[in-house]
């Protein structure tokens, strides 16, 4: 699998991370996981920049709706995104359906940014 997640609902933290080909079966697997673990209110630290993806609209879109349905289930965790260099402003509109929820979010090209930023959020419970 090339993306892999660790849950720590002591520290109400999730932790993604992107290795290679990402496919819409891996992301699927993901939001599944938030949902079983029931962490949609914890931190989350996506980070995507050692990530690849051919996924292609009809993989991205129904993602999208389902990621934006989450928004309506209540309160959602802050969320820190990593990405390559340079690569932040071609995955703008990818992020914008992240962004929609009411939750602090942050896109960083570094991660230990990222970490800092994520550590310093409240923990929602």
Same mark, same amino acid.
């Given at each position: 699998m090339?993306? #892999?997640?660790?849950? =720590?609902? *002591? $520290? @109400? /933290?999730?932790?993604?991370? %992107?290795?290679?080909? #990402?496919?819409?079966? =891996?992301? *699927? $697997? @993901? /939001?599944?996981?938030?949902? %079983? ?6 931190r ?9 993806? %051919?996924?292609?609209?009809?993989d991205?879109l ?15 965790g802050?969320?820190a ?30 991660a ?14």
């Open positions: 090339s993306l #892999v997640w660790t849950i =720590d609902p *002591e $520290n @109400y /933290l999730m932790v993604a991370v %992107a290795d290679g080909d #990402v496919t819409r079966a =891996d992301v *699927e $697997n @993901y /939001l599944d996981a938030i949902i %079983a673990s029931q962490a949609l209110t914890y989350k630290l996506f980070d995507a920049s050692k990530g690849k993806t %051919a996924m292609t609209a009809d991205l129904p993602l999208g709706v389902r990621m934006r349905s989450f928004h309506s289930s209540g309160k959602m802050p969320l995104i990593v990405v390559a260099p340079g690569q932040g402003k071609r995955l703008v509109r990818t992020f914008g359906m992240l962004a929609v929820a009411d939750r602090p979010m942050q896109v960083f090209e570094q230990a940014q990222a970490y800092r930023w994520i550590e310093k959020q409240a923990k929602f419970t």
